[in-house]
Structure formats: structure tokens, C-alpha cells
């Protein structure tokens, strides 16, 4: 069984009608990495939100199936238990919760929804401490409230290091190289493929090759026009940062 | 951070519209008839033995507060309270002045305190918390103050901590020099008639000098039906003294409004510095705006000597409607006020709250900080004063109102006055209004809290600097009944 089936997948910004998905189909499965591709404005976006499942889009054709589940009736929470993680493109400012709470309260949700007990603070704290070193996130930064005044760098950082501790078994990485230099490119990458593992896999969506040379992917998808009109090797990556998106633009339409 | 994930567990534990503290105790009680006349009066001043000069005063207090009007500038609507139905005093039979100690106290009583998590029995609570720890309480149930402990061990000290009427009895002189000097009787139609009913409440005299060696606390409970609280509380902190005080207040649950008009005087003299925390966990009525506490009440500190300085905290989460402006009057030259709240209005709740700091001496500096959180049907106001007089040379004053509305249906409003007589002075205001963003929401949700969870951490986020004020026990308690309050108020 796949980890994720998306099957003809139609969906509309809530607010206004606006088309965005038009039949998108994509198979993901446990250990493969997918990167997703396209211009601005092809829908990479919406499709991370409609997986995590943000409010603002409404389906109105096809089916996500999560472990052979239908997700799409689910809440963004239940589907974050289920396994599914996003990683932000632009993560929310929460004002006066220390990072280091944010995490604990995340983590000891998720293991109850497990059934697992509460991690002891002592151990949570060896667990985070490690997990942030990798990351080199300092426990200073831990303690300032999360995302408040972070660096762009900062920020992508902090994301990989929830979804390190999370553990989900899908991670959709949301334009996770814009905004960062190529120190902390290389921190993020290693960060995302030190979680590469035979039970997870992952969809990194990016406008641009220089991720891929890092975080190498088994499968590139091109996104365009909300439609998948292309999918090949990582050599099609390749391909699209020399020849640009115009050959697929057309087509879509 | 732990209280994060234990607020959780509380909210899950409790159904939606269960208050904790709404159980009634059954309890044989001694009450004055209905209604309010001279004769009740003087039937409260006998019950407690008070000297001739305490019943004057109320006498005198009722005869002007016969005319004055209720207050209605407040942005709070109520049906008209008829004063002549509620009753004026009511004691548990077997409590209060004559007793020896908790022996003679009734096993109802001390029941009932131990379901609220007040410890009264001064041996448990040394036998289970670190000795820095240990809070000593002063009781009161309805009218009377039950018991207060770890009296002897304050004395030592030189600290006076008792219930007011026995301090009326003990210590005369002390409580006559200072009672009304900081809220004269006539100050407004709640005072007034607080001066004139008012049945119990603490009293702290802290001499030249001396820390007060724990913190001190007081827990107020309403038990019986259609009576009002009318508690006094006087705190008074000598030369280079300090203090920190606590109150705490629950309710049954009733269908009817109970009402309760509080007076708390505070004066810190040369040196001196009080530091006053409020839990306020009243009845705040049910979904519908049925019942609930009408809390109104004045508070006020005088820092009445050089340097002296007197900070409020208060975390307001109960009550129908709440009418309380804790402020400072800043006598001293250098001397310093603060007022740090939280006021939380949900479903029907009604708040109207603020501060007065008055500048009258030299140098003389305040800070208010005040978080509103409106959800539900609520409307929350912040109203406050800033004023400095013409000889407030170069005083300060720094003004942060912020709010956050959880919801369409609720209000938050804030009306700041100020007044400067004095061309030095320098008085800084900041207000912001946000909502709990959607997109911060779905963040937190995406990361596997539930929306429950998810408001509550926003919202602890949101006070998190009123809650550092609060001393440590309290302030664990009060994030949990942050949450609590806000129970229901999202999807």
C-alpha cells in the first residue's frame, strides 16, 4: 500500500472560487523522496495546505489517502497524529510561548494520541538539547518565543527541528530554501536527510535545483497550472534549472 | 511550561459549564434578617463586640450612604439590586471569634476548604511543603473569617495577621488610626456601604523594618444564598517593611446574582513595599448569563512615605460583572505604584476595570500593564486614570493595554483618562487589539494540539508577563484557570 494516494484531486480557494488544484495525481510511498516543482503560481502551495488540511481550500473532486485512509474529512490535528508534518514556508509568529514550550506541549499531544505517557522534562530536555545541536539551534534560541524575531534561517531551522522530534512519516517541506544562505541551506539539508529513512518519506516543493543538490530526491514532479504534467528522475530537476518552466506552461493550459 | 500541558488535562477533565467551586456546603448559619436598617447595623457591630467608636462610623457611613446614588457611568448593565433583599450577615454557628482551634471549627467547614485546596491545618501543610513555601491563610466564609493560621509564627516576627474583627477587638488604636484613611467613607456608594455592613476581612501590620517572613493570604467564599460579602481588608506596611499579600475567591453556583463590594486600603510608609495578588475565581454565572457574582469593589494604596512602593497584580477570570479600579495614590516623593492584569471575560461576562495611579509627589513613577481577553457574548473595558498633580514634578508613567478577542460576539474597550497638572511629567500610553490568527491556529494544530490546546497556549503566551508577577504557586494556578475560563470558546 502507498503512504499517500492522491487521486484526481480538484480544489478552490474557499473565499472566492478561484481554481488552484485541476486533477492533481500523485503516489508517494514509504522511503521515496518527491520533489515538486513549477512556477509560481502552479499550486505547489495549495497543495502543501490541502494535505496539512487548512481551512481556507475547499475540495471539490477527488481523494487523499493517508495509509490507505481518507484524510480530507479529517483536522488539521488528527492528520498531524496520523503522521503528516508540514514544514512552513512562512512559519507563525506565536508571541510569548517559548519555543522550548511550544515543542514539549507538541510532542507530549502527539505521544498521548499515541498512547504513549508524557516524556519526563529531564528526559524531554536531553531529547531536545540533542536533536537542536544538529540543527545548531542554541538553547538561547529555545528559550525566545517561537518564530518571534527569528532570521529566515532561524525560522527553517526551527522547522526541521520540530519535525525531527515529531518523527511523522510524511513530510511535505514547503519552499524550505527560500530565504536561506548556503551555510544554513547545508544545515537544513542535512538536517532533512539525516531523517531520510525506509518508513517516511517526504515531498519537498521548490522553485529551484540548488535544494535538490542537497537533499537529492528519487522522483521530480512539474507542477503546473495545478496539474502534475510532467514526473521523471532527479535528472528532470536538471533539465527544468536549464531550460526554465516555459515548455510546461503551455502545456498545462 | 509543565502548567501548559497540565491546563490541558484540566480542561479535558471538566465538562463545558461545570465550575469546580460551584458546590454549596450545608451548613448551619447564623444570620441577621433581611435587609439593611440601623438596627442590622448595630446587630453586626454587637455580633462582634466592637467598641462604640466602629459602630459610629457605620451608623455614620449608613446615613450617607442612604444618599447617595448607585454608580452607573461603568460600562456594565445589571437589574437594579434591591438592598433590601439581600442579608447583610451570615456566620457558620460553629466558627469565628470565641473559638480555641480548628477543633472547635465545623467538619463541614474544614471539608469544604479542603475541596477548594486550602490548607488550614498549619501541621499538614509543614509536613508536605518546603518551609519557603508555606502561605499562611486567613479564611472567611460569608460574613465571618473562620480561621487564620500560622498566626504565632508571624508574631514572632512583630506581623499582625488576623481576621479584621479580631484586630478591631485586639488592636483597636492600630486599626483606628489607619481604617478610612486611604478609602474615606463617603469615597463612593460601595465603599460607603461597605464601611457602614462590612462583616470581616484581614488586617496585616507589618512594623518598621521587618520582611514579613512568608506570604500572607486570604480566601474568600460565598456559601449562603442572597447574602452579600462586604469584607474589609486593611494592610498596613511601617517604615522599610515588606509584604506580599494574596486573596483568592470562589462561589457556589446559584441561579440568583450574589453580590460583594469589597474594600481593601493598603499604606506603605517610608521604604515600605506591599505587593497585593488577586486570583478572582468568583461564580461568573452559566452560558445563558444566569447568576454569578457582582464584584464591586475599591481598592486603593497610599504610598503615603519617601520610596515606598506598592504593586497590584490581579488575574481576573470569575464573576457576572466586575467593577474594581486597584489604584495607587502616590504621596511620597520617589515613591513607585505598578497595576499588572488580566481580566478574562467569557460567555456573559461583564468587565469594567482599570487602575487610578495619582501622582502628588516629586519623582514619582507607575507602570500599568493590563491584558484583556474577551471570548463569547463578553465585553471587557479597561478604565484608567493617570493624573499628576501640580507638584508631581517629573513623574512617569508608563501605560500598556493590550487584547485579544477570541470570537465575533464580544467587546473590548479602552478608556484611559489622563490629567497632568504638571508640565514635567511624562506619560507614555500603548494599546493593541489582535485576535488569535487562523493562521496561528492551523500552525499550532498542524503540529498535533487540539484547538483547546492551542487557545490556551496562545493565550498563556498573551499574559505571559502578568503571570511572572504572581508568585510562583499562584502563578502555575492561574495559567490553568485561564484555561478553564475559556473553556468553549473556540469552534
Known amino acids: ?253 | 511550561m509543565p502548567a501548559v500541558q497540565e491546563t490541558v488535562d484540566r480542561v479535558r477533565e471538566i465538562d463545558v459549564e461545570q465550575y469546580k467551586y460551584g458546590f454549596v456546603t450545608n451548613i448551619e448559619s447564623d444570620k441577621a434578617p433581611k435587609g439593611l436598617n440601623e438596627d442590622i447595623i448595630r446587630f453586626i457591630s454587637a455580633k462582634k463586640g466592637e467598641l462604640e467608636w466602629m459602630l459610629e462610623t457605620r451608623l455614620d457611613a449608613y446615613r450617607r450612604w442612604l444618599t447617595m446614588e448607585e454608580p452607573d457611568w461603568a460600562r456594565v448593565s445589571y437589574p437594579k439590586i434591591d438592598f433590601n433583599d439581600l442579608y447583610y450577615y451570615s456566620a457558620p454557628k460553629k466558627s469565628g471569634y470565641g473559638l480555641k482551634g480548628l477543633d472547635e471549627v465545623d467538619p463541614e467547614l474544614l471539608a469544604t476548604y479542603e475541596k477548594l485546596g486550602i490548607p488550614l491545618r498549619e501541621q499538614e501543610i509543614l509536613a508536605g511543603v518546603e518551609p519557603k513555601n508555606r502561605v499562611a491563610v486567613d479564611a472567611v466564609f460569608d460574613s465571618v473569617s473562620v480561621i487564620t493560621t500560622f498566626k504565632e509564627g508571624l508574631a514572632k516576627a512583630g506581623v499582625i495577621f488576623c481576621s479584621i474583627s479580631e484586630a478591631l477587638r485586639e488592636h483597636p488604636d492600630l486599626v483606628k488610626k489607619y481604617l478610612g484613611s486611604v478609602v474615606p467613607i463617603s469615597d463612593n456608594f460601595y465603599a460607603t456601604l461597605n464601611s457602614a455592613v462590612f462583616s470581616d476581612g484581614s488586617f496585616v501590620y507589618v512594623p518598621e523594618g521587618v520582611r514579613c517572613p512568608m506570604e500572607l493570604s486570604t480566601y474568600f467564599r460565598i456559601n449562603e444564598q442572597n447574602t452579600g460579602q462586604f469584607e474589609r481588608t486593611l494592610i498596613v506596611a511601617e517604615k522599610g517593611a515588606y509584604v506580599s499579600y494574596l486573596e483568592g475567591c470562589t462561589a457556589p453556583q446559584r441561579d440568583e446574582s450574589q453580590l460583594h463590594a469589597a474594600v481593601v486600603e493598603l499604606v506603605a510608609m517610608e521604604d515600605a513595599e506591599i505587593k497585593y495578588s488577586t486570583v478572582q475565581n468568583w461564580y461568573p454565572g452559566d452560558a445563558d448569563g444566569r447568576g454569578g457574582i457582582y464584584n464591586f469593589v475599591t481598592k486603593r494604596g497610599d504610598c503615603r512615605g519617601v520610596r515606598s512602593k506598592i504593586s497590584w497584580t490581579q488575574v481576573e477570570t470569575g464573576s457576572a460583572i466586575t467593577w474594581k479600579y486597584p489604584s495607587c495614590i502616590l504621596r511620597g516623593d520617589d515613591s513607585r505604584g505598578e497595576f499588572y492584569s488580566v481580566a478574562i471575560s467569557n460567555c456573559h461576562q461583564q468587565i469594567d476595570s482599570g487602575t487610578k495611579m495619582i501622582h502628588l509627589g516629586k519623582n514619582t513613577s507607575s507602570r500599568i500593564i493590563s491584558k484583556g481577553i474577551s471570548a463569547g457574548k463578553s465585553q471587557n473595558t479597561y478604565r484608567g486614570l493617570v493624573s499628576a498633580h501640580r507638584k508631581a514634578s517629573n513623574a512617569r508613567n508608563f501605560t500598556q493595554c493590550d487584547n485579544l478577542l477570541i470570537g465575533q460576539d464580544c467587546g473590548a474597550h479602552t478608556v484611559p483618562y489622563i490629567e497632568s497638572k504638571n508640565a514635567s511629567a511624562v506619560f507614555e500610553h500603548e494599546a493593541t487589539t489582535s485576535k488569535i490568527s487562523d493562521d496561528q491556529m492551523f500552525y499550532c494544530l498542524q503540529r498535533g494540539l487540539s484547538e483547546e490546546e492551542a487557545v490556551a497556549l496562545v493565550v498563556n503566551g498573551f499574559v505571559r508577563d502578568i503571570i511572572q508577577q504572581l508568585p510562583m504557586e499562584f502563578a502555575v494556578e492561574s495559567q490553568k484557570l485561564i484555561s478553564i475560563s475559556l473553556e468553549g470558546s473556540v469552534g
Open chain 1, 1 to 253: 500500500m502507498a503512504l499517500l494516494e492522491i487521486k484526481n484531486l480538484h480544489t478552490r480557494i474557499a473565499e472566492d472560487g478561484t481554481e488552484i488544484l485541476r486533477g492533481v495525481d500523485l503516489t508517494v510511498n514509504a522511503g521515496e523522496v518527491h520533489a515538486i516543482m513549477g512556477p509560481n503560481g502552479s499550486g505547489k502551495s495549495t497543495l502543501s495546505y490541502v494535505l496539512a488540511g487548512k481551512e481556507n481550500y475547499e475540495v471539490t473532486e477527488g481523494e487523499v489517502l493517508f495509509n490507505g485512509e481518507n484524510i480530507l474529512e479529517m483536522g488539521p490535528d488528527e492528520r498531524a497524529m496520523a503522521g503528516m508534518f508540514l514544514a512552513f514556508q512562512y512559519p507563525i509568529e506565536i508571541p510569548g510561548v517559548a519555543t522550548i514550550t511550544f515543542l514539549k506541549a507538541a510532542l507530549n499531544s502527539q505521544r498521548k494520541a499515541r498512547g504513549l505517557d508524557e516524556l519526563p522534562t529531564p528526559d524531554f530536555m536531553k531529547l531536545v538539547r540533542e536533536k537542536a545541536k544538529q540543527m545548531n539551534i542554541t538553547s538561547d534560541m529555545l528559550k525566545r518565543p517561537l518564530n518571534v524575531g527569528f532570521s529566515g534561517g532561524e525560522k527553517k531551522r526551527s522547522e526541521i527541528l520540530q519535525m525531527a522530534l515529531l518523527e511523522p512519516t510524511l513530510c511535505v517541506l514547503d519552499e524550505t530554501d527560500s530565504g536561506l544562505d548556503i551555510d544554513a541551506l547545508k544545515v537544513v539539508s542535512n538536517g532533512v536527510n539525516a531523517l531520510r529513512s525506509p518508513e517516511r518519506a517526504m515531498i519537498v516543493i521548490t522553485h529551484y535545483q540548488r535544494l535538490l543538490d542537497h537533499i537529492v530526491p528519487d522522483i521530480v514532479h512539474v507542477l503546473s497550472a495545478g496539474k502534475i504534467v510532467k514526473t521523471g528522475g532527479p535528472d528532470l530537476a536538471l533539465e527544468l534549472e536549464k531550460n526554465g518552466y516555459a515548455d510546461y506552461i503551455g502545456e498545462a493550459a
